[in-house]
């Protein structure tokens, strides 16, 4: 639940209701605004006094959040949180973070590599371990992956993001990964997430196909509850009736969790849409919804790629999307909205 100080309470309301609180045996989280303080306090809503508390000197409000999450509720940061990866603030300006779907033979993904960043993307990409949905598909290079990724933050400085699958994995993908990934199929594997909370790397979390806005949020709370505040989340579509795409780019879920959740929020609209000609169209709607950035499938020649070749774009293409998107982005923070 979140207290709401009125805009000329003290300090010594502050410390009035933060006694109170800890009385209960909560934690709170005090957040000082230009005009107001918000006590974030995280407990089960269940055991509190609502009316005790919005009774005390110098508070507005006690408003129940009722919500599966907490931690990363924009109540409790209202000014929303920015996320470090090397020389990169993810939720500041805008992040672009490129590369295969598969991390390819050395060359070939080193290739790519210099060629994003040539583009302007920050971070690189590339599943070492790949969640397919047949057995028989290609199932990714593994550590021979993971050592082809060390080799391209070597040379080429791009910090690295790739998926861990299984938390068996949390220390040997740790030893070559800036962040991880985790992908929609594991969005509800609440025992990785809990694992991914004691973590000292960022965590890239995509949204399930069929999860909402707020299971998406929660799984996310799963993170931080367990110690890690560093997410970020990534849409990436979900199922529809419509499958003229892959999936269908959920724009609301955009807006509506930089609305609803202090995190920053990536859109990947090459699994978003499944369609290489509908990523620039797309890249730069998610940005005008208010993205803080994009995850794109880039390949210097798609038709190779060992997967997701329909859904990958070139360098020269990514670079025009890199220019629009930082247009659409002066206009959107011209206007205060990001
Ligand atoms: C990916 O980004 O490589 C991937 C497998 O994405 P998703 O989990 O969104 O399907
Ligand atoms: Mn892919």
Known sequence: MVVIMKPDAGDRDVAGVVERIKKYGMDVHISKGKERTLIGIIVDEREVDFNSLAALPGVDRALPILRPYKYVSRNVHPQGRTIRVGDV?????????????????????????????????QLFRGGAYKPRTSPWSFQGLREKGLKILAKVRRETGLPVVTEIMDSEDIDLVGRYTD??????????????????????????????????????????????????????????????????????????????????????????????????????????????????????????????????????????????????CQAIR?????KGKA
């Open 330 to 334: 002066q206009v959107v923070t011209a």
């Open 179 to 324: 962040v991880y990934q985790v992908g929609m199929r594991n969005m509800r594997n609440y025992s990785l997430l809990a694992k991914l909370g004691k973590v000292s790397k960022p965590v890239l979390l995509k949204r399930g196909d069929s999860a909402k806005l707020e299971e998406w949020l929660a799984a996310a709370d799963y993170v931080v509850r367990n110690g890690n505040e560093a997410v970020i989340l990534c849409e990436r579509g979900i199922r529809t009736f419509e499958d003229f795409t892959r999936n269908t780019l959920d724009l609301n879920a955009v807006a509506g969790a930089k609305v609803e959740s202090c995190l920053p929020v990536l859109v990947d609209p090459s699994h978003g849409t499944g369609r290489a000609d509908l990523v620039p169209q797309m890249s730069r709607a998610a940005i005008a919804a208010g993205a803080d950035g994009l995850l794109l499938e880039v390949h210097f020649d798609p038709d190779k790629a060992w997967s997701d070749g329909m859904q990958t774009i070139t360098p020269a293409e990514l670079a025009g999307v890199i220019r629009d």
């Open 89 to 121: 603030e993810i939720g500041k300006g805008l992040v672009f973070i490129a590369g295969p779907c598969s991390v390819e033979e050395e060359d070939t993904t080193l290739r790519i590599a210099e060629q994003v960043r040539q583009a302007g993307a």
